[in-house]
């Protein structure tokens, strides 16, 4: 039987020194002490300092073998002996900075490619901000930012299509990047829209459900059965969207990608230890 495919998506600005849950957790699901885990600062423009911190905590949290792969340009992404180190690896995390740079560089190359071996073998791909919008088939590389959703305000690049059907957004309620994702859906409702506060993931497993950890929330945009005027108005205009669903996921919800429900939520009290499950459905 095959492992569960696992992305761990990270909304940005996680804890890395103190109890660094979530980095813990992506450890972990690496396989812990013997965890094979490759560090892609691509797109930071502090790379040694992001190799240093990641190395530590995920050092400090039990991985005991890693490395670092930073191809500058699309040529070198495409050497072979790049796409062989990531094969060995049981986990792969990609760092935080400019994802219109990490687009470039991966969408389609060796080592890209190696990526979503990497995943669809059970190895668990992780990303923080720039690491987390390129997780999704199309991600948003520039875009303004703000409450109302507008017109032409975004610009869609390839990603890396671990995860189809969906836009990935992140450092979602402390950038207010409301509006650049519903612009996005509202515009192509065939698509899910996840936008991820800080130090706030998303665990997905088989790309079918996913859970909430962290100290913020996830959010779900679902234009679905939206109306909007999006063919008609005019650049930069504020759109109509009526009609969206937005689900609002602190920790401890458990969500279905295919239904688009709930199905869990364990209420989270971190001040006192203790988790309560306050509702549970499976809905048809």
Do not use: W
């Not at 995920?58 to 890693?66: Q, V």
């Amino acid at each position: 039987m095959l492992s569960p495919t696992k992305l761990l998506i990270i909304g940005g600005a996680e804890d890395r020194v103190g109890k660094a849950k979530i980095l813990k957790r992506f450890v972990k699901l690496a396989g812990g002490k013997a965890s094979t885990i490759v560090i892609i600062p691509t797109a930071s423009s502090f790379q040694a300092e992001v190799i240093a911190s990641y190395s530590e905590v995920f050092t400090r949290h039990g991985c005991k073998t890693l490395d670092v792969i930073n191809p500058a340009d699309r040529i070198a992404a495409d050497d072979p002996a790049l796409a062989n180190r990531i094969n060995a690896a049981t986990g792969v995390f990609m760092s935080g900075g400019n994802q219109l740079k990490l687009a470039q560089v991966f969408a389609g190359t060796a080592a890209g490619e190696a990526i979503r071996r990497a995943h669809q073998r059970g190895a668990v791909i992780g990303g923080t901000s720039a690491g987390a919008s390129i997780m999704s088939e199309f991600m948003i590389s520039l875009g303004d930012e703000g409450v109302t959703p507008r017109q032409r305000s975004t610009q869609l690049s390839q990603g890396l299509a671990l995860l189809e059907g969906v836009i990935v957004d992140q450092h979602f309620a402390q950038r207010q990047r409301y509006g650049r994702l519903m612009s996005i859906v509202a515009s192509s409702p065939n698509l899910i829209g996840i936008g991820i506060d800080e130090d706030t993931a998303i665990e997905v497993t088989d790309n079918e459900s996913f859970t909430v950890i962290g100290r913020g929330a996830a959010y779900v945009l679902d234009c679905r059965r939206a109306i909007t005027d999006a063919p008609e108005a005019r650049s930069g205009a504020p759109l109509l969207v009526s009609g969206a669903v937005v689900h609002s996921l602190p920790a401890g919800s458990t969500f279905d990608l295919a239904k688009l429900v709930l199905t869990e939520f364990v209420e989270q009290h971190p001040d006192s230890g203790i988790t309560v499950t306050v509702a549970a459905s499976s809905r048809p």
